[in-house]
Structures are given as C-alpha cells and as structure tokens.
C-alpha cells in the first residue's frame, strides 16, 4: 500500500491524505480553479440579454446560456449544445488526454480548491491527518473533526443553493430563502438531501468517484491513444532507481524518494506506467521537478507526454482521428450557429381551414366577394411577451382585399402556443384563370422592448375557376 493511504478495510474504500504540493503546475492551476470557482458562483447572478447567464429551468421547460434562450421544445438546439459539448470533450481527450479531470472537472476543482484546503487548514499537513486519522477518538481529534464537518457542511450549503439557484433563478432562490422552509418544503428537502451530497461526495469519497464512478475515466482508454498527452514517468532516464540497482549499474534520475506517490490524490505510483486511476492533475509532476531541482538534474523525468513522445517518435496532432473529431466538434457549432440565427421569435404557421376552400358572397348590386379561412399558428419561442398583429399590404387594400381577424392584435405568454382563425375577402374579379390569388400575409410582432419584427408569409387565395 503506498505511504499516504489509511486504508481500513471494513471501509471497503481507499481514504487518500496527499501532501501538499508546490510549482509550475500547481500555480496555473490554482488561476483556473479560481476561475472557475468565480463563475460558477457568478453565473446564476450575471444577466445577459436580461437573463441569467445560465438557468436551468426544468419544471417550465426553459433554458437560458449566456444570452441564447430556448425551450425545451427547441430540441436541435438541445441537442447542438450537448453535441457541441460532448464532442468538445473527446476531442481534448485524444489530443490531451485527461485534461478535462485534472484542470476544469468540478470534481477535482471542488476537491482540491476547497474541501482539502479546510482539511488541511483545521487537522495540518498529511502526516498530521494521517495521525489524527489513526489515532483512537480523544478530545483534540473530536474537536477537530466536528469543525472540519461544520465547515464542510456550510461550503456544502453555499454549493448546493448555487446550484438550485442555477434551476430556479437567484432571485427566486433569494424569495424561497426569504420565506419559512415549511413553506417549500419539496425545495428544502431536495436542498438539504443536496447539500448532504456534495459534504459526503467532496469531503469523504473525493477521487473514489472518479476511479470507481465517473463513466468517462473509463471511456478514456477508448478515447487516447499513443499519441495522446498524458502524464508519464520517463522510465529510460529514471530507472534503475537509486538505491534499487545492481551494484555494476549507475542508477537512473529518479532516487526513489517516493514524493511523486505522495502527493498523488488517487494514491497511485506513476512509476508503474499509465493507469486508469490518473486523474491528471499533475501533482506529481511538481512534486517531481522540485526533487530533481534539488539534485540537480533536469527536470521533466515525470512530464506531459505522448507514449510515441516517449520513445522518440513524432507524435502527430493533425492524425486523422482528432481530424474527425474537431470536423464533428466544428459541425457541431456550426449547426448551432445556424440554428440561433434562423431561429425567429415567433414560429408561424398558416393553415388552410379544412371545410371547403372558399365560399363566395354574393350582395345585390355589388361585385361577388370569395372569402377563404384560415387557422394561424404561432408559437412565442422568446423569454418576453410578443404582441401579434396581421396586415397585409398598403396596395392590396386598395384592390378591395380585407383581412377579417377579430382576435388580433394578440398578447402570447412567453413559450406559449396560440390558435386563432382569420379570414381573407377579395373581389371575384383579382382571381386568375385558374381561380388563384398570390397574397403576401404580413404579421408584425413586437416584443415588450418594443421592437417589432415583419414576418410575411406568402398565400395562395383560392376562388372559381373562369
Ligand atoms: S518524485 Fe521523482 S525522483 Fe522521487 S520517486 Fe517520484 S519519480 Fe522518483
Ligand atoms: S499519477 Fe500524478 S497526475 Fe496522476 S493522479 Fe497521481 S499525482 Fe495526479
């Protein structure tokens, strides 16, 4: 069992206490954890178009992403976004390997950003904690402990009320705290059973989830090949390791001092060769190079690098397999893109009435009139209320032709589906031959900022044939 585990076996589980580490790696990635931590905590916060950054609403069906909103009946959309994202993922994996879990996964972020830092901060370094986790219950390790799962407790709390405020809203989260919980008791219940969740997941199963769990640490293997990036320990400069080799040998860079096994939060020894259970974080690589600092020799004997790397071979980026995945990447985004800008506001569609096409209406004296009905559809697909109104052109007016619509202008709900029937007379006269008429249906909406889009759609007005 490597050194920094404590490994009870009626826990069925491996509790690892990794030493803090320090360096190149470590610094950058503490910006991104940083960074991350902020948005997550911002986003539901942030307004964009007048809308969270990210909202989540399930119970309406509605979905905002920094600025786009859509429905849960936008499924192209959905599925672009999801598409986009997935393919996004695999294509760093083949590239990069496992960048996703050691530099953005939130399960690595939360971990080591937050829930290590309070352990550390309350129990000590890792000697300490292994010790204190060892040693039998007495005042110190109570008192200790009870803080240490206070604070994870409280963290846990701010986590999972960001997260209900990325599906409720944080101005809606504000009123649902505001009120008595016997008030919402279905929100606080799930809120409770969450926040119990993220303490027992971040502050006791920690990396158990990413070896044990996580579908994608097990997709990896699919994923990379031997060109992928990957965390690697250079075994031709390392070995034989100091103090291991024949007495005929010189011994390798690395001097055994088992500080790489140390640090590493899933407890496992790099110097075996790639393993499932590397979450990439490149803790041992830090580890690592500050070793080889101190003993003056280059640093790099544990690095990022391909398995071809490795043994001197090119190592392509460009192979045809991560070109196929930035192709589906880039159609991907593609389609999104051309789906946001062909998507209008109102989706509308104009249906002939299902009796007979026409009727005509004959009045003494005067010219016969044909009238044709029909059923407009429209389905306001923005987050605000759209006022609908149909028209048609200046110069058909003047022809005799009259649009008959008592229930426009209409007021539609956002997300909501109207069905009104219209009717349009015309003059027996303006039919051709064949008994048609082409008519351009004009339909204004204006949106509650008061802008107003002109849709037109083009009909067909049906009459007797001459
Ligand atoms: S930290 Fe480097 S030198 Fe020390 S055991 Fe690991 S690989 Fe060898
Ligand atoms: S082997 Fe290195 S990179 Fe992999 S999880 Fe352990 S410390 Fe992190």
């Known amino acids: 069992m490597s050194k920094n585990f404590y490994n009870p076996s009626h826990e069925g589980i491996r509790i690892t206490h990794p030493m803090a580490v320090y360096g190149f790696y470590r610094k950058y990635r503490t910006i991104v954890e940083i960074a991350l931590l902020i948005a997550f905590f911002l986003f539901p916060w942030i307004k964009i178009n007048g809308f969270p950054a990210i909202l989540i609403d399930i119970p309406h069906r509605r979905f905002s992403l920094f600025g786009l909103q859509f429905w849960g009946h936008d499924t192209p959309m959905l599925f672009f976004v999801m598409a986009s994202f997935s393919m996004g993922i695999v294509f760093a994996t083949s590239a990069w390997g496992r960048v996703w879990c050691g530099w953005a996964c939130p399960q690595t972020v939360f971990i080591g950003a937050i829930f290590r830092k309070i352990e550390s901060f309350v129990e000590g370094g890792h000697i300490a904690r292994i010790k204190l986790r060892k040693a039998p219950f007495h005042k110190e390790k109570l008192i200790k402990k009870t803080v240490k799962w206070s604070l994870f407790f409280l963290t846990s709390a701010v986590i999972s009320h960001t997260i209900l405020a990325y599906f409720a809203g944080a101005e809606n989260l504000v009123s649902m705290i505001a009120i008595s919980p016997f008030k919402n008791w279905a929100v606080f219940l799930t809120t409770g059973i969450v926040t119990i969740v ?240 082409n008519f351009q249906l004009h339909i204004a909406a204006t949106s509650n900022n008061k802008t107003t889009r002109n849709y037109i759609k083009e009909l067909t007005l049906a009459g007797p044939v001459k």
């Open 198 to 437: 993220v303490m027992l997941n971040f502050g006791w199963f920690r990396e158990q989830l990413c070896i044990s769990i996580c579908p994608y640490g097990r997709l990896q293997s699919v994923l990379m090949d031997e060109n992928s990036l990957a965390i690697i320990y250079d075994e031709k400069r390392g070995e034989p390791r100091k103090g291991l080799q024949p007495k005929t040998e010189e011994p390798g860079d690395c001097i055994n001092c088992y500080k790489c096994v140390a640090v590493c939060p899933t407890g496992i020894d790099i110097r075996k060769g790639l393993q499932m259970e590397c979450i990439a974080c490149t803790a041992c690589i830090d580890a690592c190079d500050t070793v080889m600092a101190t003993v003056k020799k280059p640093k790099g004997l544990i690095r990022y690098e391909s398995e071809n790397g490795l043994r001197g071979r090119p190592s392509g980026f460009w192979r045809i397999k991560n070109m196929i995945y930035l192709g589906l990447v880039s159609a991907c985004l593609i389609g999104l893109a051309s789906y946001i800008s062909n998507r209008p506001d109102l989706d509308i569609t104009v249906l002939r009435a299902q009796e007979s096409p026409y009727r005509v209406i004959t009045k003494s004296r005067e010219e016969p009139l044909i009238s044709n009905h029909y059923t407009l559809n429209l389905k306001n697909q923005s987050f605000h209320e759209i006022e609908v109104d149909i028209k048609h052109a200046e110069d058909s007016r003047n022809k005799g032709i009259e649009i008959i619509a008592p229930t426009y202008p209409e007021m539609i709900a956002p997300g909501k589906t109207t069905k009104n029937h219209f009717f349009i007379t015309f003059p027996k006269s303006l039919l051709s031959e064949k008994g048609q008429l």
